[in-house]
Each structure stands twice: as structure tokens, then as C-alpha cells.
């Protein structure tokens, strides 16, 4: 028996489906090609969201309704910070690293030197004098080093002409959308009043308008949790500076980068814990094991009294999945995709909440 069908389908349906085909294609095509050019653009709105409690607040202390220009002034406040950031924490950092270079044989010298268990552990291996072979080594990586680090930064101009190249244009987009964003969202829902009924109009800015809320919220809280750790690690390492003897000039920068690596969700303070502890190990040992041990105490009540006073439950979402959120974030972006995953969680869980009210309204219409 011959069970075999026949499906006929149209001209127009055949057409209609590899149009659609073809339309997908160019689609992600675009996408792979403009990567760059969306994710800049994405990083500019996001930003522009995201100063927006800010020029609130100075609109709210200068007593003007111009949206544009307390816009403006805090971005330019945000923008004058970060420079004195830089400006600050970029040359301790290379000086801190180039003078422990410079200061490891010396170094060597000093703690294991003198220990005889490295040349018994040489002759084990066939190695006379081993004490003098690693000294020689670091003696010649010190060397090496410091004479070729600006070579090292010669040969990565490139690099930092790319990076600073899309740093300007998020700069220049940030600003441009901070001003002109509200003007444009009203051009663009005025499209659509005499178009669709005001029913479903009012559901898509309800939507817009809560991913809006939560990206500020959450900035602006994580921005309060940021310059509070900033503020405990430069009244830390000051006192430290004060008991172990290295210089307190270190205090500022140190707390200006823990600030700017608490940005990061889950992995920014342990980075900054890191980094700070190195740092503090050029100039004292003793004050670096200290700061780790201080830091360590600070954190669990940082993180299990002070942020959640703080932040609240401002997003509302499970560890589990926050946490699954900076890891995809992190792997598809790098540390801007780390910094911008929770929000964007966030932003999806509003727009699946949101989603039965949309359907509500489309139903009406």
C-alpha cells in the first residue's frame, strides 16, 4: 500500500519562505559584521541610562527642569572623575610594579639568600650553586625588564590607539543620548499614538520605562557601595602607611581602584583585593598581610550587612542566576559584559513579567 502525500505549495508561499530565509541571513550578517559598532552603541545607552539618577539629583540641587543640562553636568562630572582616577591610580601602579622589578634581586638577597637549603637542594638536582644561578636570573629579568619596558609600551600603541578610539566614541555617544535620548523616545512613541490604541502604547512604555529604572537603580547603588569600599581601603592603607613605614601616598590610588573594581560584580573585590595586596607586598610584607586579613573580615560585612541595606531587593534575582549571568556575560564580552550582566538579567526578568501585560493589551486592540 502507497502511503506516500503529495504536498503542493504555492509560488508566493515558496517565495515568501526563502525571502524570509534570506532576510535572517542578512540579518545576522549585519549583526557579525557591526559587533563592534552594536556593542559600543549598547555601552553608550546603557551609560546614558544609567547617569540618569545623578543629573536627577543635580537637576533637584540647581532647581532647573532642564533635563539637558543636568544631564550634561553629570556627565561631565562622571567624565572629570574618572580622568582624576586615572590620572591617580595608572602611574602608582607602573611605578609600584617597575620598583619591585627593580628590587627583586635585592630582594632575593635579603629573605633567601642566605639560606643554605637552596644550593642542598641544587646539588640534589645536579646544580652546584643554585643560590647564585637564581640569582643571576633575577638579576637579569630585573634588567631586562626595566630597559625594555618602554619598548613594551611602544609596541602596544596599537593597541591603546584601538582602545581609546572606542573609548572617545562611547565618550561622544554617551553624551549624545543622555541629551537627545528623551527628545527621541517621545518622537518615537508619537509614531505610534495615531497608529495603535493608547492601551498598548502605554504597556511598551511601561516596559521601557521599568528596564530604564532598573539599570539606574542598580548603578547608582552599586556606585554607593563602590565609593564606600573605595573610602575603608584609603583610610586602611593610610593607617598601614602609618604603622608598617611605606609611603601614605599610596592610600588615594589604592582606594580609587578598589572603587573602580567594585564595579564588577562577585569577582571585582577579590580582584582589587589582589591587586592592592601586591602592591602593598612592594612596599611591606607585613602591611600586605595585614590588608588581606582586614579586607577579608570587611567583606563578609560589607556583603552580608552593608550591601543589602544598601541595594535592597532592588533586582530581586537568585544568586544562581546572577552569577550565571557575569559568567556569560564575562565570556561573550569581556569586563564590560561582567559589569552590565546583572542589569541586563534584570531587564529580561521585567520583560518576562511585563509580557502577560502586553498580551492584555494587543488582545484589546
Known sequence: MNNKKIIE????????????????????LFVWKA??????????IFLAIAIQPLAARISRLTKKDNSSVSSALAYGLIVVILGIILAVVVPVVIDQSVQFVRQLPTTFEHTLGGWDGINNF?????????????????KNFSNSFVNNFGNLLVAGVGTIASVATNVILVLVLTLLFALEGPSLLKQFWAIFE??????AIRAWQRLTSRIAGVISTYVSKQVTIAILDGCVVTIAVLLLSLTCGFSSGLALPMGLLALVF???????????????????????????IIFVIFYIIYAQIENNLIAPKIQGDALNLPTALILTAIVIGMYMFGLVGAIIAIPIAGCIKVILEEIPRLRAANAIN
Open 9 to 28: 505549495v504555492d509560488t508566493k508561499t515558496f517565495v515568501r519562505f526563502w525571502l524570509v530565509i534570506l532576510a535572517l541571513g542578512l540579518i545576522g
Open 194 to 199: 495615531n497608529k495603535h490604541d493608547n492601551t
Open 122 to 138: 641544587g646539588q640534589t638536582i645536579g646544580i652546584d650553586n643554585l643560590q647564585q644561578e637564581i640569582l643571576t636570573g633575577v
Open 35 to 44: 559587533l563592534t559598532g552594536l556593542i559600543i552603541v549598547g555601552i553608550a
Open 262 to 288: 567594585y564595579l564588577i560584580p562577585m569577582f571585582g573585590p577579590i580582584i582589587s583585593c589582589v591587586l592592592i595586596t601586591l602592591l602593598l607586598l612592594f612596599s611591606s610584607p607585613v602591611a600586605a
